[in-house]
């Protein structure tokens, strides 16, 4: 199977701190991968070096099999949803989903079915009118996921898109986005400290501490066989 993304050695220093240490990972096409990791471990550094937010010490990326490390955001072909939304206030959800779409240029017909296939899939049709105040935090969220989908990406990247939401909610989206997947079949790379949000939603999950990946492996083999210690007592607390 191709590789939809490869991390070659990447090593990411802040000043003096080390945040990735020669880290190496690959996520297959249509793989759906889950950081799963403590507060702090790296997780959101790693997804901003990938979607090219951040720039890397040192190692390389690789995206489809070319080489992005160096290559600007918008370049990469990948949508990252945010845990704070990021939606534009002053705009109606219709204007978030299209704005990145209009300042690509993207002619206007192309954009109303973009849009329109996006508020289908995402059940937000009768909200496309309405600005992101006067949204529920779940709603707000499938805005977020929309604006990535209409941008036809092949890699999604998450960053604890549901730890702002209730329990109820939180379980509900999980469903929605694992339903999302299957029927897009592209590439994930999903964050969260979340056990159960890992356990339920990933293909295989990378454990990480302190910058670096101590186990990547199928749900089954990492709660039946952890790798050491820490894994076998992440995977074991309850979140
Ligand atoms: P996680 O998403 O797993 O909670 P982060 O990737 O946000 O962790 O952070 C990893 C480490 O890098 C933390 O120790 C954090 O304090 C540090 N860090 C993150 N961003 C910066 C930055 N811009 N400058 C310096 N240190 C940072
Ligand atoms: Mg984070």
Known sequence: MTNSIEV????????????LKNMNLNVAEGEFVVLLGPSGCGKSTLL?????????TDGQIFIKGKNVTWAEPSARGIGMVFQSYALYP????????????KNARVPRDQIEAKVARAAE???????????PAALSGGQRQRVAIGRALVRDVDVFLFDE?????????????????????????????????DQIEALTLADRIAVMRGGIIQQLAAPQEIYNRPANLFVAGFIGSPS
């Open 8 to 19: 070659k050695d990447l090593t990411l220093n802040f000043g003096a701190v080390s945040v």
């Open 48 to 56: 901003n070096c990938l979607a090219g937010l951040l720039e890397i």
């Open 90 to 101: 002053q705009m109606t959800v219709r204007g978030n989903l299209s704005f990145g779409l």
């Open 121 to 131: 899939i995402l059940q937000i049709g009768p909200l496309l009118h309405r600005k």
């Open 161 to 193: 898109p549901l730890s702002n939401l209730d329990a109820k909610l939180r379980s509900e989206l999980r469903v929605e986005i694992k339903r999302l997947h299957a029927k897009l079949g592209n590439t994930m790379v999903y964050v969260t400290h």
